[in-house]
């Protein structure tokens, strides 16, 4: 797999702040090619993605289908709001293991991103619940590192991972097989990117 896109979260009191980069082949950063800014309380209505950190120029726009939907799309539209790709994400397989679906031009799932320890999710979701110890448990799964698999829906094979790369920092590394990468629209890819951060809460 090669490196495609590097995803970077800028701390902030009330805004989340993310910076997105090409990725060479060592998985060094490169060029900006999209920045995002949002307040925390609106992220899940609308964003607008920037050519990069002056925010000077608007790049696409990634809004919810229907903000109290759990069941419901993210829209990626470009500037003139034209629809270039789609994500969901599924509710009852995240019940226990986080899973998002980027949806093909037919609206059908193309892509199937999950969390990939079952073990971190198990602990996640339910160690907070034990007695005694659930909020040491919860403190301590803070800095584990947060991964997803991008499989294709179809054959099931393997075709990308999401992979946290600091320990104390939401930064993040995309790697994707070429074909992969090539059916889907970079703006899809980016958008949903920042998505398993932002409304995961991570």
């Known amino acids: 797999m090669k490196p495609q896109l590097i995803v970077e979260q800028k701390i902030t009191a009330f805004v989340n702040k993310y910076a997105i980069y090409q990725a060479d082949e060592q998985g060094n ?6 920045f995002a800014q949002q307040k925390r309380i609106a992220f899940k209505e609308k964003v607008t993605f920037y050519t990069d950190d002056t925010k000077s120029e608007a790049a696409f726009t990634l809004r919810a289908e229907k903000v109290l939907d759990v069941h419901g799309r993210y829209f990626v539209e470009d500037m003139h709001g034209k629809l270039v790709g789609a994500f969901r994400k599924d509710f009852k ?101 920042v998505a398993l951060d932002a409304l995961q809460s991570r």
């Open 29 to 34: 950063k490169g060029s900006m090619v999209a």
């Open 93 to 193: 397989r995240s019940l226990l293991n986080s899973t998002w679906e980027i949806l093909d031009t037919n609206d059908q799932p193309a892509i199937k991103v999950s969390e990939s320890s079952h073990f971190l999710a198990a602990i996640r979701r339910f160690g907070g619940m034990l007695p005694f110890i659930g909020d040491l448990i919860e403190l301590i799964v803070l800095f584990f590192r947060y991964h997803f698999v991008l499989a294709d829906s179809v054959s099931g094979a393997e075709v990308g991972r999401y992979q946290k790369t600091t320990l104390f920092r939401d930064h993040y590394l995309l790697s994707m097989e070429d074909e992969a990468y090539s059916k889907q629209d970079w703006r899809v890819i980016a958008a949903m990117a």
